[in-house]
């Protein structure tokens, strides 16, 4: 049974990081592409970043350069340094494995970015 559990949320002032991590069990996170979303209230869940099975990263473009994807086969855990935060970057950022068959979801960390 595949379980993602995301972890490192909070809340944080504009300028500030935070790391968000998914722990993964029953699968291997370097086996298939692995990404994190999120969803901010009354918005639709969108793409933050993702990394495929061969390292290679893409971002969505408001968050180029500030944010980081990363994979720890050692800990079967991603993570997603956030950097220079934004008050719109406030939501719940969920981790997700994507197969050719299925999809699998976190349950989802709440960042909010508010002085």
């Known amino acids: 049974q595949v379980q993602l559990v995301e972890s490192g949320g909070g809340l944080v002032q504009p300028g500030g990081s935070l790391r968000l991590s998914c722990a993964a069990s029953?699968?291997?996170?370097?086996?298939?592409?692995m990404a994190w979303f999120r969803q901010a209230p009354g918005k639709q869940r969108e793409l933050v970043a993702a990394?495929?099975?061969?390292?290679?990263?893409n971002y969505a473009d408001s968050v180029k350069g500030r944010f980081t994807i990363a994979r720890d086969n050692a800990k079967n855990t991603v993570y997603l340094q956030m950097n220079s935060l934004k008050p719109e970057d406030t939501a719940v950022y969920y981790c997700?494995?994507?197969?050719?068959?299925?999809?699998?979801w976190g349950q989802g960390t709440q960042v909010t970015v508010s002085s």
């Open positions: 997700n494995q994507q197969r050719a068959v299925a999809i699998y």
């Open positions: 029953g699968t291997i996170v370097s086996t298939y592409t």
């Open positions: 990394i495929t099975s061969g390292g290679s990263t």
